[in-house]
C-alpha cells in the first residue's frame, strides 16, 4: 500500500490549495483518511481528518478555511484550503488508515508529504 501526494506549492496569503492524496496497492478497505502537517521545528499535528462513516474533524487553526473530503471510489483524500496565512506553511502529510484483506489487521499508512508555503 502507498500513499502518493500532491498539490503543495508556493502561494501568497489569502491564496487558495487543493491537495490531493491517492492511496494505491492491495486495499481492501479504509477507514480514517487525514492530512496532518509539520511546520519547521515544530512537532506534527493533526490539520483534519475524514472518518469512513463521513464525519470530519479540523484543527482550530483552520476551521472556516479548510475543508477535507473524500473519494472512497478512487480511495483519494483531498485538502482545499482557503484564506492561506504563512503560519500554515508546512510539509502537509496524508495518513490512512488501511485494510489489505478481509482478515486483515489494520495499519496506519503515511504519504511522503507536500510542501505548502505562503508568502506575507
Known amino acids: 500500500v502507498q500513499l502518493q501526494a500532491s498539490g503543495g506549492g508556493l502561494v501568497q496569503a489569502g491564496g487558495s490549495l487543493r491537495l490531493s492524496c491517492v492511496a494505491s496497492?492491495?486495499?481492501?478497505?479504509?477507514?480514517?483518511m487525514a492530512w496532518y502537517r509539520q511546520a519547521p521545528g515544530k512537532q506534527r499535528e493533526l490539520v483534519s481528518v475524514?472518518?469512513?462513516?463521513?464525519?470530519?474533524n479540523y484543527a482550530d487553526s483552520v476551521k472556516g478555511r479548510f475543508t477535507i473530503s473524500r473519494d472512497n471510489a478512487k480511495n483519494t483524500v483531498y485538502l482545499q484550503m482557503d484564506s492561506l496565512k504563512p503560519e500554515d506553511t508546512a510539509v502537509y502529510y496524508c495518513?490512512?488508515?488501511?485494510?489489505?484483506?478481509?482478515?486483515?489487521?489494520?495499519?496506519?499508512?503515511w504519504g511522503q508529504g507536500t510542501l505548502v508555503t505562503v508568502s506575507s
Open positions: 475524514f472518518t469512513s462513516g463521513g464525519s470530519t
Open positions: 496497492g492491495k486495499i481492501f478497505s479504509i477507514n480514517t
Open positions: 495518513n490512512a488508515v488501511i485494510r489489505s484483506g478481509a482478515l486483515s489487521s489494520q495499519y496506519n499508512y
